[in-house]
């Protein structure tokens, strides 16, 4: 019995003429390769440990803010209904959009920067790298190979961003970025989606803990007009129900507006095969330019009203200064991490020195999710806390 995909454009990824994994595997008879590398995503600890770490809100802080986790599914729903519409592979699309948070930190962007600042003088500390850490070298669930031994174009998707130094210690993998190419269309659907769901999805988080109210919304269009539009047409609605109905209506207006755009940037490129949507000059998934401006305009109202919200700035300080003190603590004495964590470290300071304690710390913390950072740190600094 074998699989047969579905039509694609024949710029699409193709599995059949994937660059391979890194250890050579047999081929399977029931899914396709990047289906394969979308499951194992799913089983691994580092998917899982999503559910409990920061997207805005610490989750402990309520039931029914997103995690990271819930984030992760949202944008692999909105980047797989794109890919179906544009014909190009979306078990690919799909896999890269479950795997791109893998390596973040707990506590969200404020966890990432903090340990961005404890490892600058060790490589610095980046989630994108990061995930491609895990699904290389840290997920330990095979017993021929470390890692998840994925293809070299889901891989490739990870990497959203990579300086030029990183970019020429990855080898095949770094080379898009110092030739300045563009990846395939599977990850530019799956970038510009992250952006559409944490967008859309922070107005429902941003209301839901009280930070956003409905009159300032009003200012901003695209929520403006929604909001509009389903008040005239449901004026008994209660407001629960309008905020949901409103945030959906926002949603579907930018992912129609994300397919026809770059259909028609398809159309105009005319490309034939994967290398001519790498060579383009600019990636061809894409907002129109009235839909990337309200886009943006919500961005920036998110960041001014929620992000930068003195309660949201608290958790951030606290979080920073929680990761901060994990990592020097582990640092100065590694015999403070868990057996296995510890061993991990005393390896790779081994092989690289100071710069390899650092990582396999900055390994384990990165791991962690908001509970437990937030327990470890009370393990090691508060008195009576059990060990």
Same mark, same amino acid.
């Given at each position: 019995?074998?699989?047969a995909p579905?039509?694609r454009a024949s710029f699409? +990824?193709?599995?059949?003429t994937s660059? @391979?994994?890194?250890?050579?595997?047999p081929?399977?008879?029931?899914?396709?390769?990047?289906? /394969?590398d979308?499951d #194992?995503?799913?089983?691994?600890?580092a998917? /899982? /440990? =999503?559910?409990e770490?920061?997207?805005?809100?610490?989750?402990?802080?309520g039931?029914?803010?997103?995690?990271?986790l819930?984030?992760?599914?949202?944008?692999?729903?909105?980047?797989r209904? !794109?890919?179906?519409? =544009?014909k190009?592979n979306e078990?690919l699309?799909?896999a890269i959009?479950?795997?791109?948070d893998?390596g973040?930190t707990?506590f $969200?962007?404020?966890?990432?920067?903090?340990?961005?600042?404890?490892?600058?003088d060790?490589g610095g500390f980046?989630?994108?790298?990061?995930?491609? #850490?895990?699904v290389d070298?840290?997920e330990?669930?095979?017993?021929?190979f470390?890692?998840l031994?994925l293809?070299?174009?889901?891989?490739?998707?990870i =990497?959203?961003h990579?300086?030029?130094?990183?970019?020429r210690?990855? @080898?095949e993998?770094g +080379?898009?970025f110092?030739?300045?190419?563009?990846? @395939? &269309?599977?990850a530019?659907i799956?970038?510009?989606?992250?952006?559409?769901?944490y967008?859309?999805?922070d107005v429902d988080d941003g209301i839901?803990?009280? &930070?956003?109210?409905l009159?300032a919304l009003r200012e901003v269009r695209l929520?403006r007009?929604?909001?509009?539009? !389903?008040a005239?047409?449901?004026?008994?609605?209660?407001e629960?129900r309008?905020?949901?109905?409103?945030?959906?209506r926002m949603?579907n207006?930018?992912? &129609?507006d994300?397919?026809?755009?770059t259909?028609?940037?398809l159309d105009?490129?005319?490309p034939r095969?994967?290398d001519?949507?790498?060579?383009?000059?600019?990636?061809?998934?894409?907002?129109s330019? $009235?839909?990337?401006e309200?886009h943006l305009?919500l961005?920036?109202?998110l *960041?001014?009203?929620?992000? *930068?919200?003195y309660k !949201?700035? #608290?958790?951030?300080?606290?979080?920073?200064?929680? &990761?901060?003190? =994990?990592?020097?603590?582990?640092?100065?004495d590694?015999?403070?991490?868990?057996?296995?964590?510890r061993a991990?470290a005393?390896q790779a300071?081994?092989?690289? $020195?100071a710069? $390899?304690?650092?990582? @396999?710390?900055a390994?384990?913390?990165a791991?962690?999710?908001d509970?437990?950072?937030?327990?470890e740190h009370r #393990?090691?600094?508060?008195p009576?806390?059990?060990?």
């Amino acid at each position: 019995m074998t699989f047969a995909p579905p039509a694609r454009a024949s710029f699409a +990824e193709n599995p059949e003429t994937s660059r @391979g994994r890194l250890r050579e595997e047999p081929p399977s008879a029931m899914r396709t390769a990047f289906a /394969r590398d979308r499951d #194992r995503i799913i089983h691994t600890s580092a998917f /899982r /440990r =999503l559910k409990e770490k920061t997207q805005v809100f610490v989750a402990h802080e309520g039931d029914h803010f997103r995690t990271r986790l819930i984030h992760t599914i949202e944008v692999a729903q909105i980047a797989r209904s !794109v890919a179906l519409a =544009l014909k190009v592979n979306e078990a690919l699309t799909e896999a890269i959009c479950l795997a791109h948070d893998l390596g973040h930190t707990p506590f $969200g962007h404020a966890g990432q920067d903090a340990l961005n600042e404890c490892m600058r003088d060790y490589g610095g500390f980046e989630h994108n790298l990061q995930s491609l #850490r895990v699904v290389d070298e840290l997920e330990e669930r095979y017993a021929e190979f470390p890692g998840l031994n994925l293809t070299f174009e889901c891989r490739e998707g990870i =990497l959203k961003h990579c300086s030029l130094h990183n970019a020429r210690e990855l @080898g095949e993998l770094g +080379e898009r970025f110092i030739k300045r190419q563009q990846p @395939g &269309l599977e990850a530019q659907i799956a970038n510009l989606a992250d952006e559409i769901a944490y967008n859309n999805h922070d107005v429902d988080d941003g209301i839901r803990a009280q &930070l956003l109210d409905l009159g300032a919304l009003r200012e901003v269009r695209l929520f403006r007009r929604q909001y509009d539009a !389903v008040a005239a047409q449901y004026p008994q609605l209660g407001e629960r129900r309008v905020i949901h109905e409103t945030i959906r209506r926002m949603i579907n207006y930018i992912v &129609l507006d994300f397919i026809h755009s770059t259909q028609a940037q398809l159309d105009a490129a005319r490309p034939r095969t994967i290398d001519e949507v790498r060579a383009q000059p600019k990636t061809l998934a894409t907002l129109s330019a $009235g839909c990337r401006e309200e886009h943006l305009e919500l961005k920036a109202f998110l *960041r001014e009203h929620v992000y *930068r919200h003195y309660k !949201v700035l #608290r958790m951030t300080t606290k979080a920073r200064r929680v &990761l901060q003190e =994990l990592f020097e603590a582990f640092f100065k004495d590694l015999n403070l991490m868990p057996p296995e964590h510890r061993a991990q470290a005393s390896q790779a300071e081994a092989m690289h $020195g100071a710069a $390899g304690r650092a990582r @396999g710390v900055a390994d384990y913390i990165a791991g962690m999710t908001d509970r437990y950072a937030i327990l470890e740190h009370r #393990r090691l600094f508060e008195p009576g806390e059990r060990t």
